[in-house]
């Protein structure tokens, strides 16, 4: 995900993406959203403009701290979440603190990432309050909260608070204009078939083939992470292709929500780098390597 996908949806939002190129960064907010999922593609999205070297409000995809991030092993962000406990203690803040007083290796910035802040207890909050107060220049922390009042006055005092909008990627009614329902299916079926053995060959011998509906396919594989991510949310409302309700539970059931939100994200960079008329062949690669 990148700035693009959240632009214009809201003011809170589009003023904190422009303090990164206007260098009024933010150095700790609060992101609050309906679902793990919307809170953790905004985070990620605006720590990934904030460790590129370009400077501006989306990334350039380009520069080594891009292709850091992209890769998921970018050594500037630190992610801490509750994982199986019940709550994110003081040594977890106490281990993080630790972390902050080390500069940044690729680039001016550090990003820290608390997932499910609501669950920090409250000697880790007031231990977290003195970085919060007093960050290095460098750092950016970001604590993402399904439940504000679970989070102490003192902390809120010190940080900013964004809701998270809805993500831009086109609902399942607009992917199918204008789309053949013989290519809808197909695109499903390859989809589903990626993680298969051959799979992957299948998949871009049928994007190769395919090429005049590249953007539709593109489309169709987005919407089908959105609603893999719903699954794994308990989001069922939402879900736009009821019809693949076993295999989306089988995918959701095999993939974290973090490798989902990563691989959409490829998925929409693809899309962009197939509207600015990279080479076809070249990208086709590019995609089956990190999806």
Same mark, same amino acid.
């Given at each position: 995900?990148?700035?693009?996908?959240?632009?214009?949806?809201?003011?809170?939002?589009?003023? +904190?993406?422009?303090?990164?190129?206007?260098?009024?960064?933010?150095?700790?907010?609060?992101?609050?959203?309906?679902?793990?999922?919307?809170?953790?593609?905004?985070?990620?999205?605006?720590?990934?403009?904030?460790?590129?070297?370009?400077?501006?409000?989306?990334?350039? #995809? $380009?520069?080594?701290?891009?292709?850091? /991030?992209?890769?998921?092993?970018?050594?500037? %962000?630190? $992610?801490?979440?509750? +994982? #199986?406990?019940?709550?994110?203690?003081?040594?977890?803040?106490?281990?993080? %603190?630790?972390?902050?007083?080390?500069?940044?290796?690729?680039?001016?910035?550090?990003?820290?990432?608390?997932?499910?802040?609501?669950?920090?207890?409250?000697?880790?909050?007031?231990?977290?309050?003195?970085?919060?107060?007093?960050?290095? /220049?460098?750092?950016?922390?970001?604590?993402?909260?399904?439940?504000?009042?679970?989070?102490?006055?003192?902390?809120?005092?010190?940080?900013?608070?964004?809701?998270?909008?809805?993500?831009?990627?086109?609902?399942?009614?607009?992917?199918?204009?204008?789309?053949?329902?013989?290519?809808?299916?197909?695109?499903?079926?390859?989809? /589903?078939?990626?993680?298969?053995?051959?799979?992957?060959?299948?998949?871009?011998?049928?994007?190769?083939?395919?090429?005049? #509906?590249?953007?539709?396919?593109? #489309?169709?594989?987005?919407?089908?992470?959105?609603?893999?991510?719903?699954?794994?949310?308990?989001?069922?409302?939402?879900?736009?292709?009821?019809?693949?309700?076993?295999?989306?539970?089988?995918?959701?059931?095999?993939?974290?929500?973090?490798?989902?939100?990563?691989?959409?994200?490829?998925?929409?960079?693809?899309?962009?780098?197939?509207?600015?008329?990279?080479?076809?062949?070249?990208?086709?690669?590019?995609?089956?390597?990190?999806?």
């Amino acid at each position: 995900m990148e700035y693009r996908h959240f632009a214009g949806q809201s003011r809170s939002v589009d003023a +904190l993406f422009s303090g990164i190129e206007s260098g009024r960064v933010v150095h700790a907010v609060i992101i609050e959203g309906n679902t793990d999922s919307d809170r953790q593609a905004l985070a990620k999205a605006y720590a990934h403009a904030l460790l590129c070297r370009s400077g501006k409000s989306s990334p350039c #995809n $380009a520069c080594k701290s891009c292709r850091l /991030f992209t890769g998921g092993n970018h050594p500037d %962000i630190v $992610a801490v979440s509750a +994982l #199986n406990s019940a709550s994110i203690g003081v040594e977890d803040i106490a281990q993080l %603190i630790r972390q902050a007083y080390i500069m940044p290796n690729e680039g001016g910035r550090k990003v820290f990432i608390i997932e499910d802040a609501h669950l920090l207890t409250v000697p880790a909050q007031n231990k977290l309050l003195k970085l919060l107060e007093e960050p290095p /220049f460098y750092l950016v922390i970001l604590l993402l909260c399904g439940n504000i009042s679970s989070i102490l006055p003192t902390v809120l005092s010190r940080c900013i608070r964004i809701r998270t909008p809805r993500m831009s990627i086109s609902s399942p009614e607009k992917v199918r204009e204008g789309v053949k329902p013989a290519l809808h299916e197909r695109a499903g079926d390859v989809f /589903f078939g990626m993680n298969q053995p051959g799979g992957k060959l299948d998949a871009c011998e049928f994007l190769i083939g395919n090429r005049q #509906n590249a953007r539709h396919v593109l #489309n169709i594989w987005q919407n089908i992470f959105r609603d893999c991510l719903a699954v794994t949310q308990g989001s069922y409302d939402i879900i736009g292709s009821a019809g693949d309700m076993d295999r989306l539970g089988r995918y959701a059931r095999a993939h974290d929500a973090h490798d989902i939100i990563r691989k959409l994200d490829m998925l929409c960079q693809a899309e962009e780098r197939l509207l600015s008329n990279c080479q076809y062949a070249i990208l086709i690669d590019w995609l089956m390597s990190v999806i």
